[in-house]
């Protein structure tokens, strides 16, 4: 028993470290910017590079850990980060760009193995225990945001000290993890055999696609608006940047507030049309309000925070509920992690070219609103009850046959 306890507190310890390292970079993008001269699309870069990270070693993850053991997986990825948050402080633009590289790829492996380690540990609280782990993601990521500025002015240090506080984070969780390296269990490979001998093929099923599409967006969105509200706050709102970066702060705290409610309710659900779809529309919501109506941008931040949030629950959840198989399910989280992190990293690069471009944030929310609208259409058609491999009119014939019994 006490063993699980500290296991378990070193599982939530890591889950703090699997946004904050490079979310609390976006308070700090203009004194970067300043430091090296960046444009606004070049300090994109800043938040799209860990996103490349997670597509590019996510589908390894998995495999390392069945050769070192999940824990000292985990560790390996702390250390990743730690060294990361170092080499990003290092002094050149080039430091810059690789330790933020570095840190997407620990984060990657934690973004992977934390939920096999729920599966294979605390199976029988998985949705509770997800639910509280995605919330204390939320709240380090909101918590190392909103201190940026205090720090900054109050300790009269640069954005290279500042920018090196969540190593605390990551310190005190390898300190809580040592004693779990005794341990050397792998992932249950059986999903992933499974997945390799899935006679259903993932890459060709439309439904993987809009599965794909809809966490895709739902990331795009996140991200570019991670990087860029502390920018739009100050020029559309004239916020200080002190009450821009806690602004961020509530919205990255937003986002971590539905897991409370959604992950229990989700897979409860005849199917998940009306939610998915009214998750996509808060996003496009909040987004078209910075627009039309800067002054309320508290409200809009609420929609769009607890949208993005609902939005990557539902599209995890959409893992098991659009398939039968554990292989099917292990290939759609494969598919739809890699190419939907590829998708999302194009957010924040993207969104600052346009900025670059027209001059000014209207078109760049303009544009993200309405992509929110297409990931609400997107979202109704992933979130019909039908799995990969099983025909509508399978579907149709068995809850035929339910209704006969029943009756």
Same mark, same amino acid.
């Given at each position: 028993?006490?063993?699980?306890?500290?296991?378990?507190?070193?599982?939530?310890?890591?889950?703090?470290?699997?946004?904050?390292?490079? %979310?609390?970079?976006?308070?700090?993008?203009?004194?970067?910017?300043?430091?090296?001269?960046?444009?606004? /699309?070049?300090?994109?870069?800043?938040?799209?590079?860990?996103?490349?990270?997670?597509?590019?070693?996510?589908?390894?993850?998995?495999?390392?850990?069945?050769?070192?053991?999940?824990?000292?997986?985990?560790?390996?990825?702390?250390?990743?980060?730690?060294?990361?948050?170092?080499?990003?402080?290092?002094?050149?633009?080039?430091?810059?760009?690789?330790?933020?590289?570095?840190?997407?790829?620990?984060?990657?492996?934690?973004?992977?193995?934390?939920?096999?380690?729920? $599966?294979?540990?605390?199976?029988?609280?998985? !949705?509770?225990?997800?639910?509280?782990?995605?919330?204390?993601?939320?709240?380090?990521?909101?918590?190392?945001?909103?201190?940026?500025?205090?720090?900054?002015?109050?300790?009269? /240090?640069?954005?290279?000290?500042?920018?090196?506080?969540?190593?605390?984070?990551?310190?005190?969780?390898?300190?809580?993890?040592?004693?779990?390296?005794?341990?050397?269990?792998?992932?249950?490979?059986?999903?992933?055999?499974?997945?390799? $001998?899935?006679?259903?093929?993932?890459?060709?099923?439309?439904?993987?696609?809009?599965? %794909?599409?809809?966490?895709?967006?739902?990331?795009?969105?996140?991200?570019?608006?991670?990087?860029?509200?502390?920018?739009?706050?100050?020029?559309?709102?004239?916020?200080?940047?002190?009450?821009?970066?806690?602004?961020?702060?509530?919205?990255?705290?937003? /986002?971590?507030?539905?897991?409370?409610?959604?992950? !229990?309710?989700?897979? $409860?659900?005849?199917?998940?049309?009306?939610?998915?779809?009214?998750?996509?529309?808060?996003?496009?919501?909040?987004?078209?309000?910075?627009?039309?109506?800067?002054?309320?941008?508290?409200?809009?931040?609420?929609?769009?925070?607890?949208?993005?949030?609902?939005?990557?629950?539902?599209?995890?959840?959409?893992?098991?509920?659009?398939?039968?198989?554990?292989?099917?399910?292990?290939?759609?989280?494969?598919?739809?992690?890699?190419?939907?992190?590829?998708?999302?990293? /194009?957010?924040?690069?993207?969104?600052?070219?346009?900025?670059?471009?027209?001059?000014?944030?209207?078109?760049?929310?303009?544009?993200?609103?309405?992509?929110?609208?297409?990931?609400?259409?997107?979202?109704?058609?992933?979130?019909?009850?039908?799995?990969?491999?099983?025909?509508?009119?399978?579907?149709?014939?068995?809850?035929?046959?339910?209704?006969? %019994?029943? %009756?």
């Amino acid at each position: 028993m006490k063993n699980k306890r500290l296991m378990l507190a070193g599982l939530l310890l890591i889950s703090m470290n699997l946004r904050a390292p490079f %979310t609390s970079m976006a308070p700090l993008l203009d004194d970067i910017s300043t430091t090296f001269a960046l444009s606004a /699309t070049q300090a994109g870069l800043l938040i799209a590079v860990p996103l490349l990270a997670f597509s590019a070693v996510s589908p390894f993850a998995a495999g390392i850990a069945g050769k070192w053991g999940l824990e000292r997986t985990l560790f390996f990825a702390l250390l990743l980060i730690g060294a990361g948050i170092l080499f990003r402080a290092g002094g050149s633009s080039a430091a810059l760009y690789v330790g933020t590289i570095i840190i997407g790829s620990g984060i990657a492996f934690g973004n992977v193995l934390l939920p096999s380690l729920l $599966k294979r540990d605390f199976a029988d609280k998985v !949705p509770s225990l997800t639910a509280t782990y995605v919330l204390t993601m939320g709240v380090a990521a909101a918590s190392s945001s909103a201190v940026v500025h205090p720090l900054l002015n109050f300790a009269h /240090t640069g954005w290279r000290a500042v920018s090196q506080v969540t190593l605390i984070l990551t310190v005190a969780a390898a300190l809580v993890w040592l004693p779990q390296l005794r341990r050397t269990t792998s992932v249950a490979t059986a999903a992933a055999a499974a997945a390799d $001998k899935s006679g259903n093929n993932v890459w060709r099923s439309p439904l993987a696609w809009l599965v %794909t599409v809809y966490l895709g967006f739902d990331c795009f969105l996140y991200y570019a608006g991670v990087s860029w509200l502390p920018a739009i706050l100050r020029d559309m709102a004239g916020y200080s940047a002190e009450t821009a970066a806690s602004l961020h702060g509530v919205l990255l705290l937003a /986002t971590a507030v539905p897991g409370l409610i959604l992950i !229990p309710l989700t897979p $409860k659900l005849r199917d998940q049309r009306a939610l998915a779809f009214a998750i996509a529309m808060g996003m496009a919501v909040g987004m078209f309000g910075f627009v039309l109506a800067p002054s309320l941008a508290l409200l809009w931040i609420i929609f769009f925070g607890i949208g993005a949030g609902g939005g990557l629950i539902v599209a995890l959840s959409f893992f098991s509920l659009r398939t039968t198989s554990a292989g099917d399910a292990a290939a759609l989280s494969g598919m739809s992690q890699c190419v939907g992190y590829l998708i999302a990293a /194009t957010g924040p690069t993207l969104i600052g070219r346009v900025h670059d471009l027209a001059g000014s944030w209207t078109l760049p929310l303009s544009v993200c609103g309405v992509f929110g609208v297409v990931m609400a259409i997107v979202g109704w058609y992933a979130g019909r009850n039908v799995q990969i491999g099983v025909p509508v009119e399978a579907k149709r014939e068995e809850g035929f046959a339910a209704f006969s %019994t029943e %009756t």
